[in-house]
């Protein structure tokens, strides 16, 4: 376990903070490093350089062993997973005991991070209207369509990703590979309207790093059953004709985990554009909100789900 002075900074200078893909990932790193080591106290804000970039304190020397950290800290369960198959678009019962079997884990005193994944994937209270489903994240933007599965990804992403991947993530130019994207970075979105060719014939590529540091985020973002349905935090149901909206805080004063869980729950951050209170948000560190919608592109069984670019509010 690397243990190194609170007085050490780092800028993940790859990480833009308007990039839901980014700030996911810069998220998934804070955790995974307070999990690895929570004496370290691990804090992160944001400083613009000049984008919002997060800056980290607590835990690190070199960019290399950090790096070396965040994959062998890697928490994501994936051998737990198998129990649901390759999409978390499963029956009520099967998720049901996906969960059971999750939080009696927890009970016994073994990790709980199978518990923490499931409230992030969805609930057996919520099921799909006409549909035998639960109601998921509204971060599942993957399904199936186009053999792209929520889990299958996940996996092969666990298996693939390196120190290089991670190094290129957050101080690199990320690279992108073939294939295993969760399609959480905005460009994803490859709508035919807004491009000279077909971007289907480039195939799927990802920053597998970043991707992969997003999943470690997914607790930090988990889901609850409300009188409307499933809510997912820090998403918002747009006004009528609008699509769901992904809403994050940009706050500038060094955070723990605990404390970035209860920036991202804040209900002032769900408030229409016009009405956003940025003084009372100010007041809490906050000096930057983005909101991004998720969109679905394509006809019927033939679509995309994706995050369009951000915007400032």
């Not at 998921?136 to 990804?153: E, V």
Request: charged fraction near 25%.
């Amino acid at each position: 376990m690397w243990r190194f002075p609170m007085s050490e900074r780092m800028v993940l200078h790859a990480l833009d903070g308007s990039n839901p893909l980014a700030f996911l990932a810069a998220l998934g790193t804070l955790r995974l490093l307070d999990l690895h080591d929570p004496t370290a106290e691990v804090q992160i804000n944001w400083r613009r350089d000049p984008a919002w970039r997060p800056e980290l304190s607590g835990l690190f020397a070199s960019k290399e062993q950090l790096c070396e950290t965040l994959l062998a800290a890697k928490t994501v369960p994936l051998e737990s997973f198998a129990a649901l198959g390759k999409d978390i678009t499963v029956s009520r019962d099967t998720f049901r005991g996906f969960v059971e079997h999750a939080f009696e884990d927890a009970r016994q005193g073994n990790k709980r991070t199978q518990a923490d994944f499931a409230a992030a994937f969805g609930s057996e209270v919520c099921e799909e209207k006409d549909k035998d489903r639960i109601e998921y994240t509204d971060l599942c933007f993957i399904t199936g369509s186009g053999h792209q599965h929520f889990l299958g990804t996940m996996s092969s992403l666990g298996e693939n990703v390196t120190v290089d991947h991670l190094f290129d993530a957050l101080f690199g130019n990320w690279k992108r590979d073939k294939g295993l994207s969760m399609r959480w970075d905005p460009g994803d979105a490859a709508e035919y309207a807004l491009r000279w060719g077909d971007p289907s014939k480039d195939g799927a590529s990802a920053v597998w790093g970043a991707n992969w540091l997003a999943i470690e985020a997914l607790p930090l973002v988990p889901v609850q059953p409300s009188r409307r349905g499933l809510e997912t935090t820090a998403f918002r149901n747009g006004e009528r004709g609008e699509w769901p909206q992904f809403t994050w805080p940009i706050w500038t004063q060094p955070a723990t985990q605990d404390t970035v869980r209860s920036l991202l729950s804040l209900t002032e951050l769900q408030e229409p554009d016009r009405t956003l209170e940025r003084e009372k948000l100010r007041a809490r560190g906050i000096d930057e909100v983005y909101r991004a919608e998720r969109v679905r592109i394509g006809q019927g069984a033939n679509f995309k789900v994706s995050f369009r670019p951000s915007r400032a509010i």
